[in-house]
Structure formats: structure tokens, C-alpha cells
């Protein structure tokens, strides 16, 4: 597995912050994982199999919002 994080390029092998792990009846081991930027991912791992991402939420609303001008507040 050598996939990279889309939104900071965080190297997928290494995660982050591991929030939570647990085993399914099927030996399968689902774990959350906090990427650098703040995404979500829910990662599985067969017993002796493969790890896979199933899913990757979006970084962050405070880091992806930093820099970026908020239209809505008065400019004068
Ligand atoms: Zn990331």
C-alpha cells in the first residue's frame, strides 16, 4: 500500500493518530485513522490480508479555511 493522502500527501502506510481499532466477528480489523490534515479514514484489514481504505473524509474545516478570504464579512 503505498497510496498518499489527496489532501496533504500524508503516505497512507504511516498513519497519523490511530483513533480506534476493533476486530469483527471475521477477524477483520476496522481502525480509524486521523490523517496530518485532519481527514477521517476507515481503514480494514483482513486477518493476514491487505489493508485497505474504504473511506476518507475531507481535511479539517479550520486548516482548509486558513488563508481564505470569508466573502460574507464587510470589506469597509
Ligand atoms: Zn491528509
Known amino acids: ?6 489532501h496533504c500527501g500524508w503516505p497512507d502506510a504511516e498513519p497519523y ?5 476493533r476486530l469483527t466477528r471475521d477477524s477483520t480489523q476496522l ?3 486521523r490523517c496530518a490534515c485532519g481527514s477521517l479514514q476507515m481503514r480494514q484489514q483482513p486477518r493476514g490480508g491487505e489493508v485497505s481504505v474504504l ?3 475531507r481535511p479539517t474545516s ?3 479555511n486558513l488563508g481564505n478570504g ?4 464587510p470589506s469597509h
Not at 493518530?17 to 481499532?21: A, D
Not at 470569508?70 to 464579512?73: I, Q
Open 1 to 6: 500500500m503505498d497510496n498518499l493522502c489527496p
Open 62 to 64: 479550520d486548516m482548509s
Open 17 to 21: 493518530q490511530v483513533i480506534s481499532r
Open 55 to 57: 473511506t476518507r473524509g
Open 31 to 33: 481502525s480509524w485513522v
Open 70 to 73: 470569508h466573502s460574507e464579512l
